[in-house]
């Protein structure tokens, strides 16, 4: 989890721990999951500008689809990570330039920020202070920091995607100034976006636009929001959709250039150890080819969902993501953890998190469940196709509720509690589980002696070591937990047992001796009193 030099940028500094730690089947399993999860998420997320292009042009989604993942496939796999970085830099300014010009026309549209936070206020879309402990609760204080947090660790912390660019840094200081700009980034980017919602329920309070016929997905608001409000503006709806270009081809890319990078090392080179750089480059080309085909196939299957692009691609990484961040906290946090428990924990975190999911898919949790908000369709005249659901809408904000629909015989009983739980807590329970069940399953099957893991692979231990070692020594000591333990510097590796016996037993146990290199040799020390009454024995 520590970044590496930048000359290994094509190395996975996030799985080899896994290896280090426990053995090559766990490193194998991180691997797995990490290349399905980031399949099934890189596809959901290249349908969103598809939705959009369509929406925006008429083009056929298919068309739109294959546009998008032509475009992000031919540049990764062409430029590789110098035209993922670059894009990145290129894209964030787009994202942001087109979140503003939203706010700003949305804003003057309807009166000004202070028309707007009043009539969002009033309808309760403001509400930062909700500490409901249902988990069924969408969207909460507790969702948010517990649910919201485990889900961005795994995706900051254990991520190849991530890991990668901390890797092409040039020394740790830089890699966490980067990070630490980039959490700037991405609240700004976040804080645009909630706005930018804000703004889209004032405009259209009163009046749903699927209700009304004009959009089929709720995917498709943000797209028919642009184009109502820039309708005399020609250009600056092309604007917005470079903007959810931008967001989407600066995933995507990283996203496939990672997962090539990871077949690479963890897959095809321990079995061609004596493969030719310039081969593995072809073959990671290659590889970054069919990846973007696989992405490009599962943005087609996602036009299937029904939870839309945010919920889908949240569920993926919480399922998928939330057992191997597991999986490294008891590798770092629990020296007693082996490799039956780490096993044992990723498939229970990995069934039960999946489990959730799907039911959740079969049998949606009802309104009245995730505490869906009353809204008025009084201004909404929709046609006949949609009266029914008209009715229906007109029923819950009479009653301030939704009808439950746990009466229904063919519906479980876990339909409302269990399959209920927001889709945020999906990483969460797959963390928790892992780290439970692998702590159980460690102890029942013999926990690992602490003697028997190799210095710098627990958490404390790396700390403790960066922090006593030398400026010079600290930044290839943070380096060696992805290089091996051997890579620690030589002063930094001190057995306790050599302090504490007599100069004589150290000298005759060079082993336990790490030598130093010094620029001129110190004088011999005097002999110690025991070693002298030893020695006349």
């Known amino acids: 989890m520590a970044p590496t030099p930048r000359d290994t940028w094509m190395r996975s500094p996030a799985d080899p721990y896994l290896e280090l730690r426990f053995s090559r089947p766990v490193r194998l ?42 475009i992000c496939t031919f540049y990764t796999t062409v430029g590789g990570m110098k035209a993922v970085v670059w894009t990145d830099v290129f894209q964030v300014v787009v994202m942001l330039s087109g979140f503003w010009v939203v706010l700003a026309r949305g804003a003057v549209l309807l009166g000004g920020p202070r028309r707007v936070l009043q009539l969002a206020r009033t309808h309760a879309r403001i509400n930062l202070l909700d500490f409901d402990p249902d988990p069924r609760s969408r969207y909460s204080f507790w969702t948010l920091v517990v649910g919201g947090t485990l889900v961005w660790l795994s995706m ?53 636009p699927v209700l009304a016929g004009r959009i089929s997905a709720p995917d498709q608001y943000m797209p028919l929001l642009v184009l109502d409000i820039f309708h005399d503006l020609p250009g600056l709806p092309g604007l917005f959709l470079a903007c959810a270009y931008s967001g989407t081809l600066s995933t995507a890319s990283t996203s496939i250039n990672a997962m090539a990078a990871v077949t690479v090392e963890d897959l ?16 990671s080309k290659g590889l970054s080819l069919l990846y973007g085909l696989a992405c490009l196939t599962m943005a087609g299957l996602s036009s299937l969902l029904g939870g839309g692009v945010l919920q889908g691609s949240f569920t993926v990484m919480g399922v998928l993501s939330g057992p191997l961040l597991g999986a490294f906290i008891l590798g770092m946090g629990l020296p007693a953890c082996n490799t039956p428990g780490v096993l044992a924990g990723l498939g229970a975190g990995l069934a039960l998190s999946l489990w959730v999911a799907v039911g959740a898919t079969l049998y949606p949790p009802s309104a009245e469940s995730m505490g869906v908000l009353p809204f008025s369709a009084a201004r909404c005249q929709a046609p006949a196709a949609n009266a029914s659901v008209l009715d229906w809408l007109l029923a819950v904000n009479s009653s301030g509720r939704a009808l439950s629909s746990a009466a229904d015989p063919a519906r479980p009983a876990l339909a409302d509690s269990f399959y209920a739980i927001s889709y945020l807590y999906y990483g969460a329970l797959g963390t928790l589980t892992t780290v439970l069940c692998g702590a159980a399953a460690s102890f029942l099957t013999g926990p690992t002696p602490r003697s028997a893991l190799r210095p710098g692979l627990l958490w404390w231990d790396l700390c403790r070591r960066t922090e006593e070692a030398p400026k010079e020594e600290a930044a290839a000591l943070d380096g060696s937990l992805a290089q091996g333990p051997e890579e620690i510097p030589p002063g930094a590796k001190k057995p306790p047992e050599a302090e504490q016996r007599p100069l004589c037993l150290a000298r005759a146990e060079p082993a336990l001796r790490t030598p130093r290199a010094r620029p001129d040799p110190e004088p011999e020390p005097e002999p110690d009193p025991a070693c002298e009454r030893e020695s006349s024995l």
């Open 268 to 283: 095809i080179r321990p079995r061609a150890p004596g493969m030719a750089p310039r081969r593995l480059v072809l073959i």
């Open 29 to 70: 399993c991180g691997t797995v999951q990490y290349l399905v999860a980031t399949t099934l998420y890189t596809g959901i997320v290249m349908y969103a500008p598809a939705l959009i292009l369509n929406q925006v042009t008429g083009l056929d989604i298919w068309a739109s689809l294959l546009s998008t993942g032509f």
């Open 156 to 208: 900051y912390g254990v991520n190849q995607a991530q890991v990668q660019r901390y890797a092409a840094c040039r020394s740790e200081r830089t890699a966490r100034l980067a990070l630490f700009i980039n959490q700037l980034g991405l609240l700004l980017i976040v804080s645009s976006a909630a706005c930018c919602g804000i703004v889209l329920f004032v405009f259209y309070e009163g009046c749903d």
